[in-house]
């Protein structure tokens, strides 16, 4: 059954109020439940986004935190119907209107992305993983790496330090998120070298096809056996943390 223009109207008007608190006149309410019904879905926004980004809540001003809070509610057109899904939105809302800017805290975006991240692996869709073998070598043989996980860059190293601090070591930072198999969420900051061995390897390249890629790509002379014992070392942490799983079997 198809609403009528005036259900239609009452429904665009409840909406429009709940968002951004702006006078409506709807028939049949009291201001006092409107009220109460908008505090009701403003504290679903608030208090989802405090579980999602607890540091981030915690270094923002309390003007500062209700701004972006109220600024997404009234203005965001949210696409999820899951609340646990919004806080990607949040982010990428931030992100879009340049609040770092507008707060003048450089670190947010890197902050919202880095606390955003812990989520997306923790709920990603289990990944199928490739069969392999324990026995191997890596530089021959392709490596099966644990397929949740994903790796993001950061300009400014809020993993590592406090936000306030993270300012004053700007840089290109990787960082490693995975999952193991009992849904824990594990960090790990990579060089950059290493975030380069990581995608190589992920990509299905060997040891021996990633150094000659290096040596190609490189105007210095290299020392091929620093570069070898510094992957082989870096595949054995991925090894222990079990962020590689083994070695590709052969169809």
């Known amino acids: 059954m198809l609403y009528t223009p005036e259900t239609y109207q009452i429904e665009k008007d409840l909406v429009h109020w709940s968002k951004t608190g702006e006078p409506v006149t709807i028939p049949g ?22 579980q999602a980004f607890p ?6 001003s309390e003007k500062q935190w209700n701004t972006l809070i109220d600024d997404f509610h009234a203005h965001h057109p949210a696409a999820t119907p899951q609340i646990w899904k919004l806080p990607l939105e949040f ?3 931030v992100k879009a209107n340049n609040y770092t800017d507008k707060f003048s805290l450089p670190f947010l975006n890197d902050l919202l992305h880095f606390e955003w991240i ?3 692996v923790h709920t990603m869709e289990d990944q199928a993983m490739k069969p392999f073998r324990k026995d191997g070598d890596p530089l021959t043989e392709k490596i099966v790496v644990h397929p949740e996980y994903r790796i993001i860059r950061l300009k400014y190293p809020v993993h590592l330090y406090a936000a306030e601090e993270a ?5 290109d930072y990787f960082l490693l ?15 950059a070298l290493h975030a380069f061995y990581f995608e190589q390897i992920a990509d299905g390249n060997t040891v021996g096809e990633i150094l000659k890629k ?12 620093e570069l070898k014992q510094n992957i082989l070392g870096f595949i054995q942490t991925m090894f222990s943390q079990k962020v590689f799983s083994g070695y590709g079997i052969m169809p």
């Open 29 to 50: 309410t009291r201001q006092k439940g409107l009220d109460q019904y908008r505090r009701l879905i403003r504290n679903n926004i608030h208090n989802a986004m405090e």
């Open 55 to 60: 540091i981030a809540y915690t270094v923002l």
């Open 91 to 93: 982010y990428s809302f």
């Open 118 to 120: 812990e989520i997306a």
């Open 167 to 171: 300012l004053h070591h700007p840089g």
């Open 177 to 191: 998120i995975f999952r193991t198999s009992d849904f824990d969420v594990q960090f790990v900051d990579l060089p």
């Open 214 to 225: 290096v040596v190609q790509s490189s105007n210095s002379i290299l020392n091929i056996m």
